[in-house]
């Protein structure tokens, strides 16, 4: 029996990785991606300024994200991403005091000795298993200072969110796989780049069959099917084939007649230093300051800023200097400011409010031959690199099995 074609709409991760799946399950596949590059929002450039690759931000990945190893394993880019320490490096602009939260398991977790939090502070982790979809982490842990120290530090890096305004319920799964499976929150990085680790190696996997500069204008539907695909000047019937929209959420909103889902969004801020001498390959995450994350790399020190509208009434010029002024105070010692790239992506993820969560769709539309995947989609995990590869990974799956009846 031939298999129907798949167009794939969008060459981000989520493209990308149903383009693997699909083709690895058998499957005819085109990509057509509207920008001259693939990975969207998990890119990575030649910057002259800086003289080297940089990513648009530092991507944390850890042992428990199974389905990124696994997209990995298929396109033999499993090398590509380095393991660091479990024991996450903490330090308080505030008080300047710095420590080590170890998230090997549960008890050396208990154990990590964290600046006026008592062990059973710990015990309040207990109340994540009761939390019902509606509740944010806010309800769950106040203003306090175990919020402050533990969970918030968490929630900007796992949900993008700030304040406690993130959904609970998504970390939990988060949070149960990288206690309970084996080195499960154990960080990994890209050795090189994004574009080493998650793009390349899939273009190569796929033979670079993907038309750039191709942006989806329109469709046309029938009888709960898609008919046509509508391009700058090209029409393409699919009425007897099969499309997967891998595109952000608002752009399949502007696409898809009747489409609801996450409509609040958060910025994510990634200031990207040449290195002026810092040794040592690591990280460090930071409260009480602007920065959150600091990453030393060899050419670059790169720092994330997770849901940064909180500081939209700050300039550019600004937020550099704060940060540079933090990396130095983390580094105890003092360097001029040296060249930079300030890079603010406005729609880094959606907003994971309790509110908002509950509006991600699932897989299937009111189309019988168009799919969704992408970090938007419901799989119950947060909206990270994990999840969309899990969608993909679904709607592959979801074809495989019901291809009789499409
Ligand atoms: C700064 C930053 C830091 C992040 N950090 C992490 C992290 O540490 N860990 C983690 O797991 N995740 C992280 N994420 C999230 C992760 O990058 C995203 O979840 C993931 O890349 C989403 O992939 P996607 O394919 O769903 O969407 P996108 O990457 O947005 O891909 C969509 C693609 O569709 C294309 N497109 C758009 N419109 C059209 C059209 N009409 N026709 C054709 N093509 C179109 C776009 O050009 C794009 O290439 C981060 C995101 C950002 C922005």
């Known amino acids: 029996m031939t298999q129907p074609k798949i167009h794939i709409i969008g060459a981000g991760i989520a493209g990308l990785s149903a383009a ?14 509207s920008s001259k590059m693939a990975g969207g929002r998990c890119r990575s450039f030649y910057d002259d300024g800086l003289g080297c690759d940089i990513d648009n931000g530092t991507h944390l990945i850890l042992r428990c994200n199974t389905n990124v190893f696994k997209y ?12 660091f320490s479990p024991r996450y490096q903490f330090h308080d602009f505030k008080s300047g005091r710095q420590w080590a939260l170890n998230f090997s398991n549960i008890f050396t977790l208990l154990f990590s000795r964290v600046p006026n939090i008592r062990r059973r502070d710990f015990l309040k982790l207990w109340h994540f298993f009761f939390v019902s979809p ?17 969970i918030g530090p968490i929630e900007h890096a796992v949900l993008n969110t700030a304040n406690g305004e993130g959904q609970a319920k998504l970390l939990v799964p988060v949070l149960r796989k990288a ?6 929150a154990v960080p990994y990085l890209a050795k090189t ?17 993907i038309t750039y500069n191709k942006r989806l204008k329109s469709i046309d539907c029938e ?3 898609v008919r046509t695909l509508s391009f700058d000047g090209e029409h393409i019937d699919v009425s007897k084939d099969i499309v997967v929209f891998a595109l952000p959420v608002w752009q399949v909103a502007k696409l898809m007649p009747g489409f ?17 001498g810092f040794h040592q390959r690591h990280f460090v995450g930071c409260v009480g300051g602007i920065a959150e994350w600091i990453f030393i790399c060899e050419k670059t020190i790169s720092v994330t800023i997770s849901a940064a509208d909180r500081y939209k009434d700050l300039s550019q010029e600004d937020i550099t200097k704060l940060v540079w002024r933090e990396v130095c105070a983390v580094q105890g010692e003092k360097f001029k400011q040296p060249k930079h790239q300030f890079i603010r992506e406005k729609r880094a993820t959606f907003h994971q409010t309790p509110q908002q969560v509950l509006k991600r769709p699932g897989l299937a539309t009111a189309y019988k031959n168009l799919f969704l995947c992408g970090d938007y989609v419901n799989t119950g995990l947060p909206s990270t690199i994990e999840s969309t590869i899990l969608s ?3 709607v592959c799956q979801k074809i495989k099995g019901e291809r009789n009846d499409i």
């Open 134 to 150: 509606e509740v944010s982490l806010a309800k769950v842990f106040g203003n306090t200072r175990f919020y402050k120290n533990v």
């Open 260 to 276: 609801s889902g996450p409509d609040e969004f958060q910025s994510i801020i990634n200031v990207h230093f040449q290195n002026p």
């Open 72 to 83: 990995l394993k298929i396109i033999n880019a499993r090398s590509e991403l380095v393991p």
């Open 392 to 394: 993909s990974k679904n």
């Open 193 to 209: 780049s994004l574009r080493d680790c998650f793009v390349d190696p899939a273009l190569e996997f796929l033979g670079h069959k």
């Open 20 to 33: 693997v799946f699909l083709k690895k399950a058998g499957y005819p596949v085109v990509l057509y991606e």
């Open 179 to 184: 206690f309970f499976k084996r080195k499960g």
């Open 223 to 225: 009888n709960e099917t």
